[in-house]
């Protein structure tokens, strides 16, 4: 073989490579995209919790701290302090509430562990072509 065709195939077996490599960094881009969309869903299952919860538990609440103010005051509380006592019952539970939806959005839940998985995959091939 001569030195022509000798380089023409090392380019072409470069070019080849190369061109492997634009389609693997491709998928990769399909991949990571598909993975944020499955997260957004997350964050977003995740919002109507907090959403749903915060709405739904108000009037739930308002009576079963009217009713607990109720109970303190005919049991002798002096009002003011019956309805502070509701109050730090309302404000624990809505604690609750809230850390259960954040928690839902903690952020190692939602890192796109399969796409940095496979770049990191893909950078070691990488790596190994280069060699």
Do not use: H
């Amino acid at each position: 073989m001569s030195i022509q065709n000798d380089l023409r195939t090392v380019s072409t077996l470069l070019g080849d490579a190369l061109s492997q490599f634009s389609n693997l960094f491709q998928n990769e881009v399909n991949l990571a995209t598909a993975e944020f969309g499955e997260k957004a869903q997350k964050i977003g299952g995740a919002l109507k919790f907090i959403a749903g919860g915060a709405i739904l538990v108000i009037p739930a609440l308002v009576m079963a701290l009217f009713a607990l103010s109720a109970a303190l005051i005919s049991a002798g509380w002096s009002q003011p302090l019956s309805y502070l006592a509701s109050a730090i019952v309302a404000a624990a539970l809505a604690g609750v509430l809230f850390a259960t939806g954040i928690n839902r959005l903690d952020a190692l839940n939602l890192a796109p562990r399969e796409t940095m998985r496979q770049l990191e995959k893909d950078k070691d091939t990488l790596k190994g072509m280069v060699r």
